[in-house]
């Protein structure tokens, strides 16, 4: 194969193991099999999926097939790595919303009409306890221990449960199942990408190669981006939520950043680099074109300067936006108060769509997060003059930064 292709498909891995082993399954002259499992274990896709999702576009581009696996299986036992404790196993309820999520999601960077879809239930699922047995088999207690994630429990006497070494064997059968002849992943999933050619070579198969990418870090630039942790960006996110939380991730993140989630070319993220090194490019005008990049890649070519126009004139200009929703309310979130009427502001802001809960509106308001024609709104409950919504109909509402809405009336 051409050096310039095969330079393309690994662009950006981390690792590829054997390092001549992607050149020599391109040479037998077919369309490979290129796995990615995906976890669902929460409802979202974030940038830091899209690193992977986006090679694996690549190798679609190139005319492999994508075999794109959501583990509804193995979801169940919970992906050890990088945990310090065992993860409480989730619902079947929670795993299957989530797996149907993660479809319509991940349509926004692969050809999901192209690909081949599973659910590792399919396979895992019929498994009887002969071939659980013979699966175990093929690997030792010794080589699950030189993981790091459970060496270091093991050393701290922490629990490792047996159901927990079985989730590497069972990602390696999903390979067996699918025929992989290339498995990508993050830097995180080496050790279970390795056992997925152990595996394969118990059963016969040809080893499949592994490539793995970079991890990239949340808005925080510290931990691996996370909605757990709330320093994401998913991948579904509205352009200006998009926008403003990459204009504050830390500066030293923004070559990264450009690399790895966007479609940029080199030569212009390499001039960005030189361009923040030798001060001729400010690091708020790189995190621009960031925004913009991200914006325009998952909501359309030119989406990204419109949200950024919306940002200046919110942020700079201390405007509000040219389009803030109305919003009616249920009539529920006001209470007869002595009287009179009063709102519940968590309630309302829940109704309103600014907050996903209640008891998140009342961190917002905790935190001063919260105004009402550009007042700081402090208090939970505030007292209505007149039938609701009375007074308060027409108030424009804020969360942050970056969401509005006006409050249009209310539903019996």
């Excluded at 064997?169 to 830097?187: F, I, K, W």
């Excluded at 942790?229 to 939380?245: I, R, S």
């Amino acid at each position: 194969m051409a050096a310039d292709a095969l330079s393309t498909l690994q662009s950006g891995a981390v690792d590829l193991i054997p390092r001549e082993g992607l050149d020599e399954k391109l040479a037998e002259g077919r369309p490979l099999r290129v796995k990615l499992g995906v976890d669902p274990s929460r409802p979202d896709l974030t940038l830091g999926h899209a690193v992977v999702l986006r090679t694996l576009r690549r190798f679609q581009d190139a005319g492999h097939v994508a075999v794109l696996i959501v583990g509804d299986f193995t979801a169940r036992i919970g992906d050890p790595s990088g945990r310090s404790e065992t993860r409480p196993m989730l619902s079947e309820e929670e795993i299957d919303h989530n797996a149907r999520t993660y479809l319509d999601q991940a349509g926004k960077v692969i050809d999901v009409d192209a690909a081949e879809l599973h659910r590792n239930s399919e396979w895992l699922g019929a498994l009887d306890i002969a071939e659980v047995i013979r699966l175990a088999s093929t690997a030792t207690v010794a080589q699950m221990l030189e993981r790091d994630d459970f060496h270091d429990r093991y050393r701290q006497g922490r629990p490792i449960s047996v159901v927990e070494l079985l989730y590497p064997l069972l990602q390696g059968y999903d390979s067996v199942a699918v025929r992989a002849d290339v498995e990508v992943g993050g830097t995180d999933q080496t050790f279970n990408l390795l056992m997925g050619r152990e595996v394969q070579q118990a059963y016969g198969q040809a080893r499949q190669v592994v490539l793995t990418l970079p991890l990239l870090e949340g808005t925080d630039g510290v931990r691996k981006m996370s909605k757990s942790l709330d320093n994401y960006v998913g991948l579904t996110e509205a352009p200006d939520d998009m926008f403003g939380k990459l204009m504050r991730i830390p500066d030293h993140l923004i070559p990264k950043f450009l690399r790895l989630a966007t479609e940029l070319s080199s030569a212009e993220i390499d001039g960005v680099e030189r361009g923040l090194e030798d001060g001729s490019i400010r690091a708020v005008d790189a995190k621009r074109r960031l925004g913009r990049a991200v914006v325009d890649l998952y909501h359309g070519s030119g989406a990204g300067a419109q949200t950024e126009a919306r940002f200046d004139q919110v942020h700079k200009e201390r405007r509000l936006p040219d389009e803030v929703p109305d919003v009616a309310v249920p009539n529920a979130v006001f209470g007869p108060d002595d009287g009179a009427w009063s709102v519940s502001v968590p309630a309302l802001l829940e109704a309103l769509g600014l907050a996903s809960s209640r008891s998140e509106a009342r961190r917002l308001l905790a935190q001063g997060g919260v105004r009402r024609d550009g007042e700081p709104v402090g208090e939970e409950t505030i007292r209505v003059e007149g039938i609701p919504p009375g007074e308060l109909e027409g108030t424009v509402w804020q969360v942050g930064r970056r969401r509005f809405a006006r409050l249009a009336g209310v539903v019996h």
